[in-house]
């Protein structure tokens, strides 16, 4: 009895400490996007350069969970999130003190670095726990809460970098990852049991690490998916780099108010969230699934429209950028449920490779947005349509060989 009652504990208990977790890493960006103009003026450098903090964060974040996810297959979750969230606390105050933008640059990586890594055990973890239909839940429901660091984060941040300077917000992150830290020092268990590991059978090695991303790419459904995931992620990386600049600099938005304004999309995102965790029991992954890129292709493609005829319009931008963010919610919480429905000795490297695809590619979307960067939204709304199409064309290709009653049925936690 005493057992069952420490576990049924620790689920509860994960989701919220890795929930924060993860929202750290979301404001570590969020919290000073509005001081992104700034920053270029501190240190007498292009837009265009600035944005390159946004890249390289992406990129560190996709490099080493890709030994991340494998790494704690063989050794348990437990020590390498410690280790991972230790490295992300570093690079915050690395980044409070970097005194040029080379040396900003290089702790924006490392934070990267360090928030990938928890993020691809964290996603393990949670589905070391929970079944594909619960674990598409929790992730809503983490989407929500998550979804408010993009509401609130440009809004503290600009409150913070207006009194104090934008340095501060690194500071800011540098102490609330701190605290994690010791949150899950004390508080996390282990959720991975030794005979599930990788290592039950045979030693951590660069060999296993390839064994093991050698079966997962022979799996076309498991690449599809996190391909989906991943392609999603990059286009919301676009608006995310170049709505800034184009509302702060064409539409004369002041920084400090820019948070104001960057919340509507958060607050339809939640809304999608709410309606994913509510629907996903009755309707299951696939029709949830569909039903958000449909949403996701037609608030793009309004995007892309009111960019060319109502350009100056707040209105028709959010709500057309509202339609769109509603629609990512059940896309990101089903695509990932499918891309990590594997064995648990797998769940790290499904979740590393999940993990590695979504920065790789968002890191892709923000170099190529601000390369094509015109001073309007068209490049990132054509890009957020061209995206969905294609992740809409992709999931339709899964129908061809994946039943939907069976489609990557979680097996058994044994």
């Given at each position: 009895m005493k057992t069952k009652m420490n576990s049924l504990s620790l689920h509860r208990l994960t989701p919220i400490l890795l929930m924060f977790a993860v929202l750290a890493f979301e404001m570590s960006t969020d919290i000073y996007v509005s001081s992104l103009p700034e920053m270029g003026h501190f240190f007498h450098v292009p837009d265009a350069?600035?944005?390159?903090?946004?890249?390289?964060?992406?990129?560190?974040?996709?490099?080493?969970?890709?030994?991340?996810?494998?790494?704690?297959?063989?050794?348990?979750?437990?020590?390498?999130?410690?280790?991972?969230?230790?490295?992300?606390?570093?690079?915050?105050?690395s980044c409070w003190f970097a005194p040029t933008m080379m040396s900003l640059t290089a702790a924006r990586f490392a934070q990267g670095i360090g928030a990938g890594m928890t993020m691809v055990v964290s996603t393990a973890i949670l589905k070391d726990i929970y079944d594909e239909k619960n674990f598409s839940?929790?992730?809503?429901?983490?989407?929500?809460?998550?979804?408010?660091?993009?509401?609130?984060?440009?809004?503290?941040?600009?409150?913070?970098?207006?009194?104090?300077?934008?340095?501060?917000c690194f500071f800011t992150i540098a102490l609330v990852a701190s605290i994690i830290w010791f949150a899950i020092v004390v508080c996390l268990r282990e959720s991975l049991s030794p005979e599930h590991r990788a290592t039950h059978h045979s030693r951590f090695s660069g060999r296993l690490l390839l064994e093991t991303y050698g079966q997962l790419l022979k799996r076309?459904?498991?690449?599809?998916?996190?391909?989906?995931?991943?392609?999603?992620?990059g286009g919301l990386w676009a608006w995310i780099v170049e709505a800034p600049f184009y509302m702060i600099n064409v539409l004369e938005i002041k920084s400090v108010d820019y948070g104001y304004y960057a919340a509507v999309g958060p607050g339809a995102y939640i809304f999608g969230t709410f309606l994913n965790r509510r629907c996903v029991i009755f309707y299951g992954i696939e029709r949830m699934l569909a039903g958000?890129?449909?949403?996701?292709?037609?608030?793009?493609?309004?995007?892309?429209?009111?960019?060319?005829?109502?350009?100056?319009?707040?209105?028709?931008?959010?709500?057309?950028?509202?339609i769109y963010a509603i629609g990512l919610a059940p896309v990101f919480a089903n695509a990932v449920t499918k891309a990590v429905s594997v064995i648990p000795s797998e769940r790290g490297g499904a979740s590393a490779l999940l993990n590695t695809l979504e920065m790789g590619i968002s890191a892709l979307c923000a170099v190529l947005v601000g390369f094509l960067s015109n001073g309007t939204l068209v490049p990132?709304?054509?890009?957020?349509?061209?995206?969905?199409?294609?992740?809409?064309?992709?999931?339709?290709?899964?129908?061809?060989?994946?039943?939907e009653s069976k489609a990557l049925s979680t097996p058994s936690e044994g």
């Open positions: 350069t600035v944005q390159t903090t946004v890249s390289v964060y992406l990129l560190g974040f996709a490099l080493l969970g890709l030994i991340a996810g494998p790494l704690s297959d063989s050794i348990g979750r437990r020590p390498v999130i410690l280790g991972s969230v230790s490295i992300f606390a570093l690079g915050s105050i839940r929790i992730l809503s429901t983490m989407g929500m809460v998550i979804a408010l660091s993009p509401m609130v984060a440009p809004i503290i941040g600009g409150k913070i970098a207006d009194i104090w300077g934008w340095k501060s076309r459904e498991i690449v599809i998916f996190a391909l989906i995931s991943a392609i999603t992620y958000g890129l449909c949403l996701m292709i037609l608030g793009a493609g309004l995007a892309l429209v009111a960019t060319f005829y109502w350009p100056f319009s707040l209105v028709a931008l959010y709500i057309s950028f509202s990132c709304t054509a890009m957020m349509l061209a995206g969905s199409i294609l992740c809409a064309m992709m999931f339709v290709s899964t129908a061809k060989y994946i039943p």
